[in-house]
């Protein structure tokens, strides 16, 4: 009896200890360096649109600015671990459009982004780093 007491006991520790380790393990990732220029080039429903995105990253606020060959604009959003959001207030046609982003770092020179134009739909594309 006092060794099943023992076997149980020894039990708890070793799982007390495991379930310890995964709580460590959920740290928040620390924010990714987006700092400078990335580009991008793809298909939309006004025709081809090439981009070039300027990012400065403060803590994990996002601040920057668009050039496209359709227009310019500022840009805010945030940096969170490998998620990236801005959003882009674009004058379009004497029309202003909200284009919201979000994207997934994919590694020190990729992001895959959506973006959706109005609420209308948009795009998904890669943006690279420039050098």
């Given at each position: 009896?006092?060794?099943?007491?023992?076997?149980?006991?020894?039990?708890?520790?070793?799982?007390?200890?495991?379930?310890?380790?995964?709580?460590?393990?959920?740290?928040?990732?620390?924010?990714?360096?987006?700092?400078?220029?990335?580009?991008?080039?793809?298909?939309?429903?006004?025709?081809?649109?090439?981009?070039?995105?300027?990012?400065?990253?403060?803590?994990?606020?996002?601040?920057?600015?668009?050039?496209?060959?359709?227009?310019?604009?500022?840009?805010?959003?945030?940096?969170?671990?490998?998620?990236?959001?801005?959003?882009?207030?674009?004058?379009?046609?004497?029309q202003k459009l909200a284009i919201t982003y979000t994207g997934q770092i994919v590694s020190a020179d990729e992001?895959?982004?959506?973006?959706?134009?109005?609420?209308?739909?948009?795009?998904?594309?890669?943006?690279?780093?420039?050098?």
């Amino acid at each position: 009896m006092k060794s099943i007491a023992l076997l149980l006991a020894a039990a708890v520790v070793t799982t007390a200890g495991v379930a310890a380790i995964p709580s460590a393990a959920v740290a928040a990732a620390p924010t990714a360096d987006i700092n400078g220029t990335w580009t991008t080039s793809f298909d939309s429903q006004v025709g081809q649109q090439t981009y070039t995105y300027t990012f400065k990253v403060d803590g994990g606020t996002l601040t920057g600015h668009s050039k496209s060959n359709i227009g310019e604009s500022d840009l805010t959003g945030t940096v969170d671990g490998d998620k990236v959001t801005f959003v882009e207030n674009l004058t379009y046609q004497d029309q202003k459009l909200a284009i919201t982003y979000t994207g997934q770092i994919v590694s020190a020179d990729e992001i895959k982004f959506k973006r959706d134009v109005a609420g209308q739909g948009g795009e998904e594309f890669t943006a690279k780093r420039q050098k």
